[in-house]
């Protein structure tokens, strides 16, 4: 992915060109304004643009979730060295982190074996729902033919190495929460949807909502779909495979 010189949020944003890349990006350096780990596409600035400039520690906004989660990791974990398991997760990680970027979404959390990534925040697109899909399929195809090289390095088989993808699309609430520990993260049923998606699709497989079918169209148009029992929901939820 070719990276922005300067903040693509600041820019679409506030027409404001602050520099994250090359000599002119120091002195803003020097204040604390640098890439944000979360897209290196945007600053800090955006990371806390409620904060900055909305002058509120959280707001509500229309977005969409995604939760990718390495399938076996635990058992992996216990059967594998440290080294190997280290070299596995950063794999997984800069796959994700990968395809997130390329399509102007945050790689808001890494939990474990699972990354959490935030669509429509703070690059704003009408598309972000096929953003998050986009990315998801990215995710599968780099990572199907990534995990053959580790498949042969460490003796494993391709079913111990799949990747099951939830997405979700609707409002929720981003910003900091906590007081003695500070959280920037998106809460609500949506972030929990895409979760629970998650948590059942199977290695290799991405399951999105109809919220998300419904704003994907026409490309989802022969998608199938089952309703699933999801933990914590009252009545099944159905789930298109992307």
């Given at each position: 992915m070719q990276q922005a010189r300067i903040c693509k949020g600041c820019w679409e944003q506030m027409h404001v060109p602050v520099p994250i890349r090359g000599v002119v990006s120091a002195p803003f350096r020097a204040f604390g304004i640098r890439p944000s780990r979360m897209n290196p596409n945007t600053c800090t600035i955006c990371e806390l643009m409620f904060t900055k400039v909305?002058?509120?520690?959280?707001?509500?906004?229309?977005?969409?979730?995604?939760?990718?989660?390495?399938?076996?990791?635990?058992?992996?974990?216990?059967?594998?060295?440290?080294?190997?398991?280290?070299?596995?997760?950063?794999?997984?990680?800069?796959?994700?982190?990968?395809?997130?970027?390329?399509?102007?979404?945050?790689?808001?959390?890494?939990?474990?074996?699972?990354?959490?990534?935030?669509?429509?925040?703070?690059?704003?697109?009408?598309?972000?729902?096929?953003?998050?899909?986009?990315?998801?399929?990215?995710?599968?195809?780099?990572?199907?033919?990534?995990?053959?090289?580790?498949?042969?390095?460490?003796?494993?088989?391709?079913?111990?190495?799949?990747?099951?993808?939830?997405?979700?699309?609707?409002?929720?609430?981003?910003?900091?929460?906590g007081h003695s520990h500070r959280d920037l993260t998106a809460i609500g049923t949506v972030v929990n949807t895409a979760s629970r998606a998650q948590s059942v699709a199977k290695p290799d497989q991405i399951l999105v909502t109809k919220a998300v079918f419904d704003r994907v169209q026409p490309d989802m148009k022969d998608s199938r779909s089952k309703a699933f029992q999801l933990k914590g929901f009252d009545l099944p939820i159905e789930l298109y495979v992307a």
């Open positions: 909305m002058r509120a520690r959280k707001i509500t906004i229309d977005a969409t979730i995604m939760f990718a989660d390495l399938r076996g990791y635990t058992s992996l974990s216990q059967s594998q060295s440290a080294d190997a398991v280290s070299g596995l997760l950063d794999a997984f990680y800069d796959e994700c982190a990968s395809a997130i970027w390329e399509h102007d979404g945050l790689l808001n959390k890494t939990i474990g074996d699972a990354v959490m990534a935030v669509f429509n925040f703070p690059l704003k697109r009408e598309t972000h729902a096929k953003n998050a899909v986009l990315a998801a399929r990215e995710i599968q195809t780099n990572w199907r033919d990534r995990r053959e090289s580790l498949v042969q390095a460490h003796g494993l088989t391709v079913s111990d190495l799949g990747i099951g993808i939830g997405i979700h699309s609707g409002e929720l609430s981003f910003g900091e929460f």
